[in-house]
Nanobody
C-alpha cells in the first residue's frame, strides 16, 4: 500500500503565506514525479505545480513567482511554499505522486486525501 498524507493547510489572510507538505509512504521503489493540484468549489481540478525526478519544475501561470515546489527525495516528501496568497488561491489542495511500487512493473498515480486552504480576511 502507498499513502500520501498532506499537511499545512488552513486559514490565512490575503497576502499571507502557507507551506504545504505531502509525505509518501509504503512500499515505494521509485518516485518519478510529485505534484500539487487544487480544486475550488464549482471548478475543475487544476495543476498548480509539479516536480519531476530530474529536478524539472512546472507551474500554473496563475501561481508563477508566488509558489515554489520542492522535494526531499530522502523523505519522499514534496512541499509547496505559497506566498502572496489571494482569495482566488482558496481551494482543496491535492498531492499527487507518480511512482513505482516495489515489485510492480509500471508506475501509477497516487493521490492524497486533500487539504483545505482558505484565504480570507
Amino acid at each position: 500500500q502507498v499513502q500520501l498524507v498532506e499537511s499545512g493547510g488552513g486559514l490565512v489572510q490575503p497576502g499571507g503565506s502557507l507551506r504545504l507538505s505531502c509525505a509518501a509512504s509504503g512500499s515505494i521503489w521509485r518516485i518519478n514525479a510529485m505534484a500539487w493540484y487544487r480544486q475550488a468549489p464549482g471548478k475543475q481540478r487544476e495543476l498548480v505545480a509539479a516536480s519531476a525526478s530530474g529536478g524539472t519544475t512546472e507551474y500554473a501561470d496563475s501561481v508563477k513567482g508566488r509558489f515554489t515546489i520542492s522535494r526531499d527525495n530522502a523523505k519522499n516528501t514534496v512541499y509547496l511554499q505559497m506566498n502572496s496568497l489571494t482569495p482566488e488561491d482558496a481551494a482543496v489542495y491535492y498531492c499527487n505522486a507518480n511512482l513505482l511500487r516495489s515489485g510492480a512493473w509500471r508506475a501509477y498515480d497516487y493521490w492524497g486525501q486533500g487539504i483545505q486552504v482558505t484565504v480570507s480576511s
